[in-house]
């Protein structure tokens, strides 16, 4: 059990903020398969072994995309999760944010499968499925979910690597996501019952949005008649560095991290500020 811990340490530390626009997620089931340090051959050594992995965290401020909304509040985001030895996977997750009507805003449901594979195992892949399910169903443009894959590499010692992923997200609106993730696996402490990391990331988020462009200007009666069209725009969207401490002991894993955002300027966009927040995260393994 402890040892699973080891490898797992804090699957789901930091879940992205999302309301009613595709999840732009940080780290999750499938980039976990990607940075493990040994998965592999854990697995293959219990054959058949399965496990559920409950986690909750908190984050101190809700940003979209990295960008300010204007609305000061937290948000709390559980998810469980069930894992087997030959690579399935599936798991169900929420977000409830603090300000917002109705305040649980969205539930994810996700199934998958992920491999090493190479020399050494050091490389590795993913594929999933996701659905989502709206509290609130009545707003227009909603996506139904996303296709996910990706794949990464780290060095044999696991402690620096490397993840590519893409999202297509389904719905009216042809809409997908690349995220190329750079981290690091320090080790501060390791003793039999105590075990400490520090894992910095830098991600980059590219891909496409729906915004608004200026399209025309109409003078009427000496008033101004600004007409805008909906654009999907293709470009950077969002620069992100995360730094967490990630503690595990016995069946717990416990996160105490720092984010900071660099949001880029899609559009028209303009002066946007960058941002950032703290995050806590606790999680509890139970083996099946």
């Not at 227009?140 to 893409?166: C, D, H, M, P, W």
């Not at 969002?238 to 991290?257: A, H, K, R, V, W």
């Amino acid at each position: 059990m402890k040892t699973i811990l080891l490898y797992l340490c804090l699957l789901f530390c930091t879940v992205s903020v999302f309301s009613q626009e595709p999840p732009s997620p940080k780290i999750d089931i499938d980039e976990f398969l990607l940075e493990d340090e040994s998965l592999d051959a854990l697995f293959a050594s219990l054959i058949n072994f399965n496990f559920l992995y409950i986690s909750v965290n908190y984050n101190t401020d809700t940003y979209f995309s990295g960008r300010d909304i204007d609305v000061d509040q937290y948000n709390i985001s559980p998810q469980i999760t069930y894992m087997h030895s030959k690579g399935f996977y599936a798991s169900i997750s929420g977000i409830y944010y603090s300000e917002f009507i109705p305040s649980w805003d969205i539930t994810t449901a996700t199934i998958g499968y992920g491999k090493s594979f190479g020399k050494d195992k050091i490389w590795r892949y993913y594929t999933s499925l996701s659905g989502y399910f709206y509290s609130e169903n009545n707003i227009e443009g909603l996506y139904k979910g996303n296709v996910n894959a990706g794949f990464g590499i780290q060095n044999k010692k696991r402690t620096l690597g490397t993840v590519l992923s893409g999202s297509y997200y389904l719905g009216d609106n042809a809409t997908y996501q690349i995220i190329s993730r750079a981290y690091a696996n320090l080790e501060l402490l390791k003793t039999k019952k105590h075990h400490l990391k520090f894992r910095p990331q830098l991600s980059i988020y590219t891909g496409t949005q729906i915004v608004d462009v200026l399209s025309s200007t109409t003078f009427l009666d000496e008033t101004i008649e600004e007409l805008y069209t909906q654009n999907n725009i293709f470009g950077l969207i969002n620069t992100q560095i995360n730094l967490p401490l990630q503690y595990n002991t016995n069946s717990f894993d416990f996160e105490l991290g720092y984010n900071l955002n660099f949001p880029s300027e899609i559009g028209d966009e303009s002066n946007l500020k960058n941002t950032s927040y703290f995050n806590i995260g606790v999680s509890y393994l139970i083996d099946l």
